[in-house]
């Protein structure tokens, strides 16, 4: 729950950062799509939805690029390695 808060709390100081500056743009979205990003943002403004979904769409692509970076770990435990190592203590 603790990583939940901490997430929620980088995106919104992501998306309230201003060290970009701002921009103002004139964008066609479906008003549905909208209003869910609203629920799940908890956001109080359209603007602040669209903010914190842009915030958290470049996020997730930093991370992809992090994961491309560093490949995938093909000598990790399994469940069952870890429930034998754990049984033989």
């Not at 701002?22 to 669209?50: G, N, R």
């Not at 991370?63 to 469940?79: I, S, V, Y």
């Amino acid at each position: 729950m603790e990583a939940l808060k901490w997430r929620e709390h980088r995106l919104e100081k992501e998306a309230k950062s201003d060290t970009f500056g701002s921009m103002k743009t004139t964008v066609d979205l479906p008003e549905e799509e909208l209003e869910e990003a609203m629920l799940h943002t908890k956001a109080k403004t359209k603007t602040e939805a669209v903010s914190l979904a842009v915030a958290d769409y470049n996020r997730r692509q930093r991370l992809a690029k992090l994961a491309d970076r560093f490949g995938t770990f093909t000598d990790m435990m399994t469940r069952t390695d870890l429930k034998k190592l754990r049984e033989n203590r």
